[in-house]
């Protein structure tokens, strides 16, 4: 092996693999009970979640039920139909058999000569519980580190939580593999099956505690075709994470979390052979291509009887990653607070800053630093009055790393948000009404001196809205009002839009239902286009014998350009669309749980 190897080495595995411990990892688990491809080895598949014993025993034995509609929609247009057809026609059909709780759905789906059928896909899910146990089986998930897995597993699993002692372990599939045809040109991107193990152990309450989690995860390589394997690669882990909590007083409590993950970017590499490294080769191979990497944050947390405040630090190491996340951000770091209080019992404060940055090794050419602070206040006056207020902003900017940053390109940017939102309510025996404003403004400016302000931009908006329910009538009107405009380099944006709102439900069982909206919008682009349009819709829905449910829609449209050249254009641009609906939902058969007395 080659010094540069050496050096290689040492940078990329963490000196906790190659320590003198002498400890060695052993996993012995309920995978030999139970494949975890059992859903597979079915072809399809049936949803159980959530579920007991119990109350399997509790479930009816078989449960057949579906429903079948359609829905047409007519469209005209005095522009024309080029990008919407003038009718449009589907028709659908479900069935679902539900058998001891177990849904097995069917559907088919005929929309203007184009129709689908699915089949029920299966995943099998069981939980199985008896006093302070739960068994997991099938595609399950269970509780880990939010460093190390937030993935549910098809598998098997095993848990115990008591007053103060809890563990549990799983084995399983993470991700199923994706194996298209190379040669289609539509093929799906390839991916390995990922298998993965892992346990848990705790002790403690919900103030002083401490739990280990460990997460063995790898990919399969024969899993897809020869041809994917020379484009991606195949990629083992393993992670640790401890999480623990103090209470130190009544009012103060301290949390933490560490995790290590070593990672391998390619399972295909050359192994490095070493003593100390040799001893974890049962459970993870170090290689060439392997990664050792840390996430940690700790946080002190303040809670008194009208004030509390948390007091955090979070850095995660460039490059970190396990294979039982989804996705994951790295190479940062961050500081913050949040605080917040009460007043008089009426008035409600509360604030946060926090700070960030990236290139923690300083190995890339640029530094990046974000600040995010904001405060709020909310407040009750009497019964009626309702106070919200609040400021956010958020400033970003940019520094050396191993290069030296250009100032006239350099980042230095700042956003700032306003907002103001009161509302008064009155309610009597027979009108009710609720009157509210909301008012906000945002600014979003560069600030760099040599900027041109291309990239700025300032938003005004407010807004006006009353509700009336009219009691006796039984029947809600509401009218809105809200205006907004941006300006941008060279540019300002303007909209206006009015809009009146009611609706109401007739019969003695009140299944008719009747809604109708009337709006009105203003569009403004400066020195480019003005645009009105005014719109009507109209909804009903009727519900008979409950399973017969009959819809009618329509909406009319009305659109004018009233440019600079010809601001009195005629309203020339018209749009009509009217839909109607019929859904039927059945029982075919019904086996009911016999009650006992």
């Not at 002498?22 to 494949?35: E, K």
């Not at 190379?182 to 152990?201: C, E, N």
């Not at 946080?299 to 039982?324: C, E, H, I, K, W």
Request: hydrophobic letters at 35%; proline letters at 3%; glycine letters at 8%.
């Amino acid at each position: 092996m080659t010094k540069g190897n050496n050096r290689h080495i040492q940078n990329y595995i963490h000196p906790s693999l190659t320590g003198r411990g002498r400890g060695r990892v052993f996993f012995l688990f309920l995978a030999l009970l139970l494949s975890p491809s059992l859903g597979e080895g079915l072809g399809w598949a049936q949803s159980l979640s959530q579920h007991t014993i119990a109350n399997i025993a509790k479930s009816d034995p078989l449960i057949i039920t579906g429903a079948v509609g359609t829905q047409n929609t007519f469209y005209h247009s005095s522009l024309g139909s080029g990008y919407r057809s003038p009718w449009a026609n589907s028709v659908f059909a479900n069935l679902n058999i539900s058998l001891y709780g177990v849904s097995m759905p069917f559907s088919f789906y005929y929309s203007n000569n184009n129709s689908s059928f699915n089949f029920p896909h299966l995943s099998f899910h069981i939980d199985p519980t008896y006093k302070n146990w739960r068994g997991h089986f099938g595609r399950s998930t269970m509780a880990m580190s939010s460093y190390i897995m937030n993935m549910s597993f098809n598998g098997v699993g095993l848990e115990y939580n008591g007053d103060k002692l809890r563990f549990g372990a799983f084995y399983g599939e993470l991700r199923n593999a994706v194996n298209d045809d190379p040669t289609d040109p539509s093929a799906r991107a390839p991916q390995y099956r990922r298998m993965g193990w892992g346990f848990k152990v705790g002790y403690g309450s919900s103030r002083d505690f401490i739990d280990l989690y460990l997460l063995r995860a790898y990919d399969r390589q024969n899993t897809i075709d020869e041809r994917w394997q020379q484009r991606i690669s195949p990629q083992d882990n393993i992670a640790i994470a401890l999480r623990g909590g103090l209470g130190v007083t009544r009012w103060l409590s301290l949390r933490g979390n560490l995790a290590f993950s070593a990672f391998s970017t390619d399972t295909r590499a050359e192994r490095v052979h070493t003593d100390n490294l040799d001893r974890w080769d049962k459970v993870f191979s170090a290689r060439y291509t392997s990664l050792m990497r840390i996430a940690t944050d700790v946080s002190a947390n303040v809670n008194l009887p009208n004030f509390s405040t948390s007091l955090f630090y979070r850095m995660v190491q460039p490059d970190y990653t396990t294979l039982g996340l989804y996705y994951t951000s790295n190479n940062y770091q961050s500081l913050g607070i949040n605080l917040s209080t009460s007043l008089f019992r009426r008035v409600s404060l509360s604030a946060s800053f926090s700070g960030q940055e990236d290139n923690i090794t300083r190995n890339q050419l640029y530094t990046t630093r974000g600040f995010v602070y904001s405060a709020n206040a909310s407040t009750n006056i009497g019964q009626n009055l309702t106070l919200s207020a609040g400021y956010n902003g958020y400033r970003q900017l940019q520094s050396d790393g191993k290069a030296h940053v250009n100032d006239t390109t350099r980042v230095n940017r700042i956003m700032h948000s306003v907002f103001f939102t009161p509302s008064y309510t009155i309610d009597g025996d027979k009108i009710a009404q609720v009157y509210s404003v909301t008012a906000n403004f945002t600014q979003n400016k560069d600030l760099n001196p040599f900027a041109t302000g291309v990239s700025d931009v300032t938003t005004w908006a407010a807004g006006l809205s009353h509700a009336l329910e009219v009691k006796p009538w039984e029947m809600t009107f509401t009218t809105s009002f809200s205006h907004q405009q941006s300006k941008g380099y060279q540019t300002r944006y303007t909209s206006d839009v009015l809009s009146v709102s009611t609706g109401r439900s007739f019969l003695k069982e009140k299944n008719l239902n009747v809604n109708a909206t009337f709006s009105l919008c203003y569009n403004d682009v400066q020195n480019q286009q003005r645009m009105l349009s005014t719109g009507l819709d109209l909804s009903a829905g009727y519900t008979l014998n409950k399973v017969h449910v009959f819809t009618l829609g329509g909406g009319f449209n009305k659109y004018a350009d009233t440019n600079i050249s010809d601001d009195r254009a005629s309203m020339g641009s018209t749009e009509v669309n009217i839909s109607m609906g019929y859904t039927y939902t059945f029982s075919l058969l019904e086996i009911k749980r016999k009650v006992k007395e």
